[in-house]
Each structure stands twice: as structure tokens, then as C-alpha cells.
């Protein structure tokens, strides 16, 4: 065996109580854990976690609205939850916010994505944890940060999308703010935020012996994101507005139809070699010598003629072929991919991206794998998505060392479970 094999991962020792919801958070923890640290996901009880409701756009496998524990099939809360154990608590009755604080008390990291006050009015923030152990430290994700005058404001991805600017741009030039679709990227942004600053809190904390709490804005993990159009207003008082698939200054820049049936393939020109190679490949060398496409600018002037001309030659050809074609010839260029195409994408297997993971209700799928990959030691799912409550036993009797009896008080009172009331699990 290679000695590699053997080392331990990065975080490993480290236990991390993740409280967080929905995507940004319940990630970043993921991402934690992929690197060895022992997450415990703590679920409300018995209200449903949103990405555990029967909404639809969350995603169910298996017809998992009519199926048994519909709450365990929901597609949208497993992606972003492996390699966690996981529990159920009540931390409003007095039980559960006594087994809170004794987790709190073993755990090195805590994650909460409460909206900006809530965790203070229900006494578990950074002050009153850090009481029980001086050295926490405290991640808090809410939209726009838990300080300051929106404090206390509910946000998801796509108000925050809407916050940025980000909705508004993204868009094209004939179109009104209702025809642009709803987009989650400030969650993506957030979760690696997240996991970057407690990794940086983890090495603050090993130099000093310090904990300390990181207020992390999601709308502001994502603002740098859109630099470009924010230094141009601040720099040149351009007001930036929606382009479609275009670009501000280089051409062609674009999203073209291709022969099959809503197939697509982006060409994104930016340098004189790259038009050149382009001129030659689609056979086109007279657009070299036209003064309308002669320089960047009279490019960019005729984008609209110069898009119609260069769609004339993918219309015909195949998405895939196209984009080797000009890959070849140093020219930027991606077929527009659907999630088959993702799925079956040979370089992404050939990369081993996506993990086989194996779930308790549901079975064996298909998941997203770890965005990185380490020469030292192989990343690896040790276990996949927890069902509801899958780890109470583990957590309240192993790790806290409560009894059968006690176990089983506190799921007749409600402190735990691993079914949802009837009542409590109702359409969303």
C-alpha cells in the first residue's frame, strides 16, 4: 500500500454542528467534511427543513411525493449532504436546548442560517455559545449579513440575485427583468466563503487559541463576482445593462444554433490569433480582409451581421463537433450542454467527478463529487445524504451517552424523531 493511502485528511479531529439550511451552509459544511472533519447535521424538529419540503422544484426521486418518507427522497437536500451524520433536535423545548448545549460544548465549529437576529432571540448566539466553550467558533449565513439595517430581513438565492444587480444584467437588451430566470449563485459563492473562512478561523484558532464568529453576507460573498460591471460605473459612470449572450467589447461573442434539435454551442473570440484560426476553420478567410470585421471595434460594431454570418456555418454541424473543431485551433468554444450531456460527458469521467453514493430510502444515484482533487490522499464518500434523524441513536447514546430509556423519552416528547408529524409535513 502507498504511504499516501494511509495519511489522514486535513480536518480530520475537527467536529463541526452544522445548523444551517437550504444550500449555502449545509455546503460549505459538506465541503468540511470531504476533508475529513466530522459533521453532525442537526435538523429542526419536528419542523421540516425547507429542502426536506413536498415542493416540487426541490426535486423528489422515485415519485417520492406519493412514496414512503417523502421528506428523505427530496433530491435538492441530499446533494448537498454527504459525509455527515445526521440528527433531529427541538431546541426550543428545555430537553433540547440542554442536548444542544452539551453538542455545543464537543463541537469545535457551529453553522447556523437563521435569519439575521433569530439565533440571538433563541439564546444561541456567538455570546451565548462561547460561554460554554470559549474557543467556538460560529459561522452565521444569512442574505445580507447579521449586522446592520436589514437585519432580521428573510432572503433566498433568487432575492439576492435580485439584490446584486446580477438579475438585471443577466438578461437581453429587448427584454424586461420578468423574462430573466431565477438563479441560486449566491448560494455557491456563499458556501465556499463559508468553508474558506472557517478553515481560516481553524488556523487563527491553532495559532492563538481563540475562537470567533464570522458574520458571512451571501449578497456580499457574491458582489466581487460582478466586478467589472461595479468598477465601470464607479470608474467610467457607465450604467451597466443586460447584453444578452453578447460582450461588452469582444465579437464574436455568442451562443450559436447548431443542427440538432435546441442545440447550441458558445465561440467566444478575444485575441487576433483566435479570429484568424476561426476565419480559416469555418472557411471563411474573406472576413479577414472585410473592413467590417478588419479590428476588434469594427467587429464589435457588426456583431449583429458577423453573428448571423458564423451562425449560417453551425447551423449545420453538429454541437460537439463544432466545439472540437475550434478547441483544436486554439478557439474558445463549448457545446451548451443539458444534464445528460453532463452526466455522459467523457472528460468529467474520465475525471471520476461524479460519486455513486448510496442512500437508506432511496438507493444508489448519480452526485456531483468534490470540486478538487488532492495528490496526497483520495477525497471519498464515506456515507451518503442522511435520512431524518438516521444518527440519533449514535449521536444521543454513543456520543452523549443517554440511555435507551432516555432516547426514547425524549422521542415520545417530541425532543427527537425520525418521521415527521402528519401535520407538519404538509404541501409547501
Same mark, same amino acid.
Given at each position: 500500500?502507498?504511504?499516501?493511502?494511509?495519511?489522514?485528511?486535513?480536518?480530520?479531529?475537527?467536529?463541526?454542528?452544522?445548523?444551517?439550511?437550504?444550500?449555502?451552509?449545509?455546503?460549505?459544511?459538506?465541503?468540511?467534511?470531504?476533508?475529513?472533519?466530522?459533521?453532525?447535521?442537526?435538523?429542526?424538529?419536528?419542523?421540516?427543513?425547507?429542502?426536506?419540503?413536498?415542493?416540487?422544484?426541490?426535486?423528489?426521486?422515485?415519485?417520492?411525493?406519493?412514496?414512503?418518507?417523502?421528506?428523505?427522497?427530496?433530491?435538492?437536500?441530499?446533494?448537498?449532504?454527504?459525509?455527515?451524520?445526521?440528527?433531529?433536535?427541538?431546541?426550543?423545548?428545555?430537553?433540547?436546548?440542554?442536548?444542544?448545549?452539551?453538542?455545543?460544548?464537543?463541537?469545535?465549529?457551529?453553522?447556523?442560517?437563521?435569519?439575521?437576529?433569530?439565533?440571538?432571540?433563541?439564546?444561541?448566539?456567538?455570546?451565548?455559545?462561547?460561554?460554554?466553550?470559549?474557543?467556538?467558533?460560529?459561522?452565521?449565513?444569512?442574505?445580507?449579513?447579521?449586522?446592520?439595517?436589514?437585519?432580521?430581513?428573510?432572503?433566498?438565492?433568487?432575492?439576492?440575485?435580485?439584490?446584486?444587480?446580477?438579475?438585471?444584467?443577466?438578461?437581453?437588451?429587448?427584454?424586461?427583468?420578468?423574462?430573466?430566470?431565477?438563479?441560486?449563485?449566491?448560494?455557491?459563492?456563499?458556501?465556499?466563503?463559508?468553508?474558506?473562512?472557517?478553515?481560516?478561523?481553524?488556523?487563527?484558532?491553532?495559532?492563538?487559541?481563540?475562537?470567533?464568529?464570522?458574520?458571512?453576507?451571501?449578497?456580499?460573498?457574491?458582489?466581487?463576482?460582478?466586478?467589472?460591471?461595479?468598477?465601470?460605473?464607479?470608474?467610467?459612470?457607465?450604467?451597466?445593462?443586460?447584453?444578452?449572450?453578447?460582450?461588452?467589447?469582444?465579437?464574436?461573442?455568442?451562443?450559436?444554433?447548431?443542427?440538432?434539435?435546441?442545440?447550441?454551442?458558445?465561440?467566444?473570440?478575444?485575441?487576433?490569433?483566435?479570429?484568424?484560426?476561426?476565419?480559416?476553420?469555418?472557411?471563411?478567410?474573406?472576413?479577414?480582409?472585410?473592413?467590417?470585421?478588419?479590428?476588434?471595434?469594427?467587429?464589435?460594431?457588426?456583431?449583429?451581421?458577423?453573428?448571423?454570418?458564423?451562425?449560417?456555418?453551425?447551423?449545420?454541424?453538429?454541437?460537439?463537433?463544432?466545439?472540437?473543431?475550434?478547441?483544436?485551433?486554439?478557439?474558445?468554444?463549448?457545446?451548451?450542454?443539458?444534464?445528460?450531456?453532463?452526466?455522459?460527458?467523457?472528460? $468529467?469521467? #474520465?475525471? @471520476?467527478?461524479?460519486?455513486?453514493?448510496?442512500?437508506? +430510502? %432511496? =438507493?444508489?444515484?448519480?452526485? *456531483?463529487?468534490?470540486?478538487?482533487?488532492?495528490?496526497?490522499?483520495?477525497?471519498?464518500?464515506?456515507?451518503?445524504?442522511?435520512?431524518?434523524?438516521?444518527?440519533?441513536?449514535?449521536?444521543?447514546?454513543?456520543?452523549?451517552? $443517554?440511555? #435507551?430509556? @432516555?432516547?426514547?423519552?425524549?422521542?415520545?416528547?417530541? +425532543? %427527537? =424523531?425520525?418521521?415527521?408529524? *402528519?401535520?407538519?409535513?404538509?404541501?409547501?
Amino acid at each position: 500500500m502507498n504511504s499516501d493511502d494511509i495519511l489522514t485528511l486535513p480536518l480530520e479531529g475537527v467536529r463541526v454542528l452544522d445548523m444551517s439550511e437550504v444550500w449555502a451552509g449545509p455546503m460549505a459544511c459538506t465541503l468540511l467534511a470531504d476533508l475529513g472533519a466530522s459533521v453532525i447535521k442537526l435538523e429542526s424538529f419536528p419542523r421540516p427543513s425547507l429542502t426536506r419540503m413536498r415542493a416540487q422544484g426541490i426535486g423528489h426521486t422515485k415519485k417520492g411525493l406519493e412514496a414512503p418518507r417523502p421528506w428523505d427522497r427530496a433530491a435538492l437536500n441530499n446533494l448537498a449532504n454527504r459525509n455527515k451524520i445526521g440528527i433531529t433536535l427541538n431546541i426550543r423545548h428545555p430537553d433540547g436546548k440542554r442536548l444542544f448545549h452539551e453538542l455545543v460544548s464537543i463541537s469545535d465549529v457551529v453553522t447556523e442560517s437563521m435569519t439575521a437576529g433569530t439565533a440571538a432571540r433563541l439564546g444561541i448566539s456567538y455570546n451565548d455559545l462561547k460561554v460554554l466553550r470559549p474557543d467556538i467558533i460560529i459561522l452565521s449565513t444569512s442574505g445580507w449579513g447579521t449586522l446592520g439595517p436589514y437585519q432580521g430581513y428573510a432572503a433566498l438565492g433568487a432575492a439576492l440575485d435580485g439584490f446584486s444587480g446580477h438579475h438585471a444584467l443577466r438578461g437581453y437588451p429587448d427584454t424586461d427583468p420578468t423574462m430573466t430566470t431565477s438563479v441560486q449563485h449566491t448560494d455557491s459563492s456563499a458556501a465556499l466563503m463559508g468553508s474558506f473562512a472557517i478553515l481560516a478561523a481553524l488556523h487563527y484558532r491553532n495559532r492563538s487559541g481563540n475562537g470567533q464568529w464570522i458574520d458571512l453576507s451571501q449578497s456580499e460573498t457574491f458582489l466581487p463576482h460582478l466586478g467589472s460591471n461595479l468598477m465601470d460605473y464607479t470608474m467610467n459612470h457607465r450604467f451597466p445593462h443586460p447584453v444578452g449572450n453578447k460582450h461588452q467589447f469582444h465579437a464574436p461573442y455568442g451562443c450559436y444554433q447548431c443542427s440538432g434539435e435546441d442545440d447550441w454551442v458558445v465561440i467566444h473570440i478575444t485575441s487576433h490569433d483566435e479570429w484568424i484560426s476561426l476565419c480559416e476553420i469555418t472557411s471563411n478567410r474573406h472576413w479577414i480582409d472585410d473592413p467590417r470585421f478588419s479590428d476588434p471595434i469594427n467587429r464589435h460594431n457588426n456583431q449583429d451581421l458577423l453573428d448571423q454570418e458564423l451562425q449560417l456555418w453551425t447551423s449545420v454541424r453538429d454541437k460537439f463537433t463544432i466545439m472540437h473543431m475550434l478547441q483544436n485551433a486554439g478557439v474558445p468554444a463549448q457545446a451548451v450542454l443539458d444534464d445528460v450531456n453532463v452526466y455522459n460527458d467523457p472528460h $468529467l469521467n #474520465d475525471r @471520476e467527478f461524479f460519486n455513486t453514493i448510496d442512500h437508506k +430510502v %432511496i =438507493g444508489k444515484y448519480q452526485y *456531483p463529487g468534490f470540486p478538487w482533487k488532492m495528490t496526497r490522499r483520495k477525497q471519498v464518500v464515506h456515507h451518503g445524504p442522511n435520512s431524518l434523524g438516521e444518527h440519533n441513536q449514535d449521536v444521543y447514546g454513543d456520543l452523549l451517552g $443517554l440511555s #435507551d430509556s @432516555e432516547i426514547e423519552y425524549l422521542k415520545a416528547e417530541g +425532543v %427527537i =424523531g425520525d418521521t415527521f408529524p *402528519p401535520d407538519r409535513y404538509a404541501e409547501y
